[in-house]
């Protein structure tokens, strides 16, 4: 499946991009806040097998985020879809991957979950260290309902979503 940004591209990923999700969840310094992945590109690729039948059963969808020309920028999954809310994770971008991805990335994800899937709203935790990630879901209109030690647990309304839409259009 595709889905088409203004500046990026978000496809599910197969199992041929094994290689590109293991070297970009190994960038020990970019990952300290996503769960660690164990094993090789082998291991890998059989998570991706696995990951490939909860994607039929609609259960899942692990995006690579590409340039339009093609230039892969990083991955963003959506999961744990209950009665009226998706989650959403394992984001995990570029370095060097042009200024817009992140919004324009968070955008997608939020335009897929509230209109192609019909969520009324979203959750997500992340990790209280993790400040700038904190402070871009702030920004955005997300909200802290609650925290454990490690984590905050955002929810995000598909109402607050669409100010948020009106004010980042240029994005979409
Ligand atoms: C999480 C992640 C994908 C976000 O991408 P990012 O490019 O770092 O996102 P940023 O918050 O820097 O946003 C990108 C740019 O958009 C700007 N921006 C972000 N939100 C904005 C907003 N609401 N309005 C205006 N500008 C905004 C930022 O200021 C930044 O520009 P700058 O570099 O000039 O400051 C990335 O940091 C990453 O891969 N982190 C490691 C993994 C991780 O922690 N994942 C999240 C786990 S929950």
Same mark, same amino acid.
């Given at each position: ?7 990026? =591209? @978000? ?18 310094? /970019? #990952? ?8 090789? =590109?082998?291991?890998? $690729? ?7 039948? /909860?994607?039929?059963?609609? $259960?899942?969808?692990?995006? @690579? ?9 990083? @991955?963003? /999954? ?54 700038? =990630? ?9 909200? =802290? ?9 955002? #929810? ?15 994005? @979409?």
């Amino acid at each position: 499946m595709i889905i088409h940004g203004k500046n990026i =591209v @978000l496809k599910t990923v197969e199992v041929y991009d094994a290689e590109f999700i293991f070297t970009m969840r190994k960038n020990q310094d /970019r #990952t300290k806040y996503l769960s660690q992945i164990t094993g090789t =590109v082998e291991s890998q $690729k059989e998570w991706i097998s696995n990951y490939k039948q /909860r994607e039929k059963d609609k $259960k899942e969808f692990y995006f @690579l985020i590409e340039s339009k020309g093609k230039e892969k920028l990083g @991955l963003v /999954r959506i999961y744990d879809f209950q009665e009226d809310s998706f989650s959403w994770g394992s984001w995990l971008i570029k370095e060097d991957a042009p200024k817009t991805t992140a919004i324009e990335s968070a955008l997608q994800i939020y335009e897929f979950g509230f209109y192609k899937l019909g969520f009324e709203k979203s959750h997500f935790d992340v990790r209280k260290e993790n400040d700038k =990630v904190i402070a871009f879901h702030k920004r955005f209109g997300a909200k =802290v309902v609650n925290e454990s030690e490690l984590d905050y647990f955002f #929810t995000f309304e598909k109402s607050d979503y669409e100010i948020t839409k009106e004010k980042y259009k240029r994005y @979409l």
